[in-house]
């Protein structure tokens, strides 16, 4: 009985202590919000800039307000995400954490460059980084970014992240672009992936209507200088192009895989053409995409988006809500628009990045035995560019707001 | 030194062995009585010599003055012998209990139980005449399990009282209060309340053999009675229900339970239980069918929120920050940063605290009740937040599985909680929710293993047996058609046979 009693105290005290191995004080780490990954100037080397958030500010009322500031950014020259953590430690008090990372944030550069796979699987590989994490591609350097990107209101960066990128895919304008869709796209090696496009830098001002930008190139006044608006194309695991945020739209309509909500967009005006009628636009139900496979001859692909559509403002004033005829001119003028839009965009991908930015090859898979038939028939070279493709629009139900008639123009300036 | 030795000796004088027979001359035995029962010292024996009317013979009364009424005396047992005339005693003393007693022992527990004795010159028999009247407490509302739809009286001191409570509520000719006796030293009554034709006998037997084994000078009341009647004393589990409750203790006979009750405490104890009688209030029943859930729906929350809040907190702080959504993390983090000790010993500093208030709040006297809510809210919120001991947050988790205790009103079963909370703290605190959840199970385990008066602690649930299903929820009133299966009753189903 005693000898028992000790060998279980012995038990105890060796269990005890080992428990604090892997106890970690919340107030003894530093939780980085946003990576950002560089080339650097040494061949093979990368610069990571970490954004790490400081707890006392905004948090907590009680404790008082704190001269510091919202978060800490460095950047250290590494080989590897975590590597670069622990040298960062010279300089940063306490132990990196990347549990909490809500952005990988990419520059062009290094996006484009052929071994932006190898410095990403590392990250990948990590189980800190979360596959979760949204990988945001900027027009700048992921340093500068970081370092330009002050947000206005949201000063605490982890806050500001997760509400702008929840906004811009909701919205459509930004795609859904998380760590984990990175790899299954890229390692299906089927269809194309695009990443959230940004910028800091406000460049030249493009032209257009109001989701026809790019990043930087919204032209606006005040607010936080940063964009994030369309989305970089990945093929193979490196990027070929851009899409700018209309396009990204109709991928976001078109990809059942994503998540769009509902956002308001313009028309031409059918009976004034010089104005633009406001269509609030939304979608219940996910596209629905069927496949018809044939083996010798270009493969059938029918698509049907289901949407309605609630008119915003007609500034030309013109009686669409009353008269059935303007009506009908209206919703073809919508569709018409849509198709030829999305005719557009399919072109470009069958004809210049030669596979599909909407996860359709989901779609195709179930006409295969195995995995094996699927691949030897590739979707990305044979299938795809060659498949003839109708994407079909179908209003459901068109709404007119809380008012049917506008203001009489005639009668107010009589 | 001497002293000592001398009041030894003295006792031992006094200490005279029991007389075995009574004699027929009344002078003999106003003597014994004397000495058995110290005449000179105690004060309350009294004694009255008179002459019976209707026979002229010499008579002897004994009693404790301190536990008879002494009206009754007068009125039923002095008056008729001094002035009627009849045939014998028997018809003319009004009193309505009599007993004839033959031996000293007899005599002796009787006097001791409030009885008043009659001894008559010539005769050897003694009579008993029952005119005991303890004092007791008046039935008060029941405070430490109130509700608020539902009877509100609850036991009191007094055996007499208690059984009327039940029977009140109960017109059952087959409802039996069988009487029993424990103690050596002092003799205790403690009354075994069962429906016979519903009973289990298996389990009435072993719980009357478990009384009868009980061999100790005396038990003076069912909260000591329970302690020796429990399988397992080490048991971090309660094996019975203690309640101060009649209508809980009628509705648990109603099912075939037993019910002990003493003349002593103003509460009852039940066996066999599970763990659903720990949980379950009786006011569940009284609710409407919705309202007693939502209320049992609450109550099971409580159960979790006590046992496993400041575990889990410790556990996902120390050891899984990445679980802690981003606003909330930074905050802990951000209040956290000024506090000097380890997460763990913060939760146990408050934890204790708040044991502590509850355990001074108890003891304190009622005038100085009020002070200890100030000072207590003062030590828990405020004062420690400021002073940078703790950090908020452990305010709210540590009120939050305060308040939730108090949710569990059965005060055995609160102690269980109570101390599994820091159980769970503790493995929480050494592997995070590996440990907690390593720990749970073990505990999880034990409690499915124990056994009540040979039931399973979550039985009905399980193991299976056929009942109303009254575990967590409850069903409509109407549609409680079985008597609990895991007790075995003798009748199983709730309403007439004929109806089905």
């Known amino acids: 009985m005693r000898k028992k009693n000790i060998f279980l105290i012995c038990i105890f005290i060796m269990v005890f202590p080992s428990g604090c191995n892997d106890r970690q004080e919340l107030e003894q780490q530093s939780y980085v919000v946003a990576i950002g990954v560089d080339k650097a100037e040494e061949e093979d080397k990368y610069d990571f800039t970490y954004q790490i958030a400081n707890p006392e500010v905004g948090s907590s009322s009680s404790q008082g307000g704190t001269n510091e500031p919202p978060s800490e950014i460095v950047t250290i020259t590494g080989n590897d995400v975590l590597t670069a953590t622990y040298t960062a430690n010279a300089f940063v008090s306490k132990k990196i954490t990347l549990d909490h990372t809500k952005v990988i944030i990419v520059s062009e550069e290094l996006a484009r460059d052929e071994n932006f796979l190898r410095v990403l699987q590392a990250a990948a590989r990590t189980p800190q980084i979360r596959r979760g994490v949204e990988l945001i591609v900027s027009k700048e350097k992921a340093r500068e970014f970081i370092q330009l990107n002050k947000p206005v209101t949201e000063t605490r960066p982890h806050k500001y992240f997760l509400s702008i990128l929840n906004r811009v895919t909701r919205s459509g304008l930004s795609p859904n672009s998380e760590l984990h869709r990175f790899f299954q796209i890229t390692e299906g090696d089927a269809d194309l992936f695009l990443s959230t496009y940004a910028s800091a830098i406000p460049s030249e001002e493009g032209e257009g209507n109001e989701d026809e930008y790019l990043a930087g190139q919204i032209p606006k006044l005040g607010g936080s200088p940063t964009q994030f608006m369309g989305a970089a194309v990945f093929k193979e695991g490196i990027m070929i192009d851009t899409l700018n945020g209309h396009e990204t739209r109709l991928v976001n309509i078109l990809d059942p895989t994503m998540d769009i909500e509902n956002f308001i967009t313009t028309f031409k005006d059918p009976i004034e053409p010089k104005f633009r009628v406001s269509i609030g636009y939304s979608q219940d139900k996910d596209p629905n995409i069927s496949i018809t496979y044939n083996k010798d001859k270009p493969s059938l692909i029918e698509v049907t988006v289901d949407f309605k559509a609630e008119v915003i403002a007609i500034p030309s004033l013109v009686d669409y809500s009353q008269n059935p005829d303007y009506q009908k001119r209206l919703i073809n003028q919508i569709i018409s628009e849509l198709e030829e839009q999305t005719n557009k965009l399919i072109e470009k991908s069958q004809k210049e990045y030669g596979t599909d930015p909407f996860y359709w090859s989901l779609f195709v898979r179930k006409h295969f035995l195995d995995v094996k038939a699927y691949e030897k028939a590739d979707w990305n070279k044979v299938i795809y560019p060659n498949a003839k493709i109708k994407v079909r629009y179908n209003l459901q139900n068109l709404e007119f707001g809380k008012m049917l008639n506008d203001t009489s123009l005639e009668e107010v300036r009589d | ?500």
């Open chain 2, 1 to 500: 030194m001497s002293p000592f030795f001398q009041a030894e000796k003295s006792t031992s004088e006094t200490d005279m062995p029991i007389p075995t027979s009574i004699s027929n001359r009344l002078e003999i035995n106003i003597e014994q009585m004397k000495e058995l029962f110290s005449f000179k010292v105690n004060k309350d024996f009294s004694y009255r010599s008179f002459v019976i009317h209707f026979n002229k013979k010499q008579a002897t009364i004994f009693y404790y003055s301190s536990i008879v009424n002494g009206d009754k005396i007068n009125e039923t047992i002095l008056k008729p012998l001094l002035e009627e005339d009849g045939r014998d005693l028997s018809n003319i003393i009004t009193i309505e209990n009599l007993l004839v007693l033959n031996d000293y022992k007899q005599i002796i527990k009787h006097i001791n139980s409030g009885k008043a004795v009659l001894f008559v010159d010539g005769d050897s028999s003694v009579y008993s005449l029952d005119v005991a009247d303890f004092q007791h407490r008046v039935i008060t509302k029941a405070e430490n399990e109130s509700v608020i739809k539902g009877p509100q009286d609850a036991f009191t001191e007094s055996l007499n009282v208690n059984l009327s409570l039940i029977r009140k509520q109960m017109h059952d000719r087959q409802l039996i209060s069988e009487g029993m006796q424990v103690g050596v030293r002092s003799k205790s009554e403690i009354n075994l309340l069962y429906v016979k034709d519903l009973v289990n006998e298996e389990i009435l037997n072993n719980v009357k053999k478990r009384i009868e084994d009980i061999s100790v000078d005396s038990i003076r009341n069912v909260e000591l009675l329970e302690q020796y009647l429990e399988e397992r004393p080490y048991s971090i589990v309660p094996t019975i229900l203690y309640t101060e409750r009649p209508d809980k203790a009628t509705a648990y006979l109603e099912d075939g339970f037993i019910v002990i009750l003493m003349d002593t405490s103003s509460a009852c104890l039940i066996v066999p239980v599970t763990f659903w009688s720990f949980f379950h209030s009786p006011e569940d029943n009284y609710l409407r069918y919705l309202y007693g859930n939502f209320s049992r729906m609450i109550r099971l929350l409580c159960f979790y929120l006590t046992t496993m809040i400041s575990a889990t907190y410790v556990a996902i702080s120390n050891f899984h920050s990445e679980m802690i959504p981003p606003d909330l993390l930074l905050a802990i983090t951000a209040s956290r940063e000024y506090v000097p000790f380890p997460l763990i010993f913060e939760v146990l500093i408050m934890e204790i605290a708040f044991e502590i208030i509850r355990e001074a709040g108890i003891r304190i006297p009622n005038p100085l009740g009020p002070t200890i809510g100030i000072v207590g809210a003062l030590i828990l919120g405020q004062a420690a937040v400021e002073a940078n001991i703790i950090s908020p947050i452990i305010v709210i988790i540590a009120a939050l599985s305060g308040l939730s205790s108090f949710a569990i009103s059965d005060i055995n079963i609160n102690f269980t909680v109570r101390l599994t909370k820091f159980i769970f703290i503790l493995a929480a605190g050494l592997f995070g929710m590996l440990a907690l959840i390593g720990v749970f199970l073990l505990w999880f385990m034990y409690l499915a293993s124990i056994k009540s008066f040979g039931v399973s602690f979550f039985a009905p649930l399980s193991p299976h047996f056929k009942s109303a299903n009254d575990t967590f929820f409850r069903k409509a009133i109407k549609k409680q058609i079985f008597r609990p299966g895991q007790i075995k009753p003798q009748d199983m189903t709730k309403r007439p046979k004929d109806s089905n």
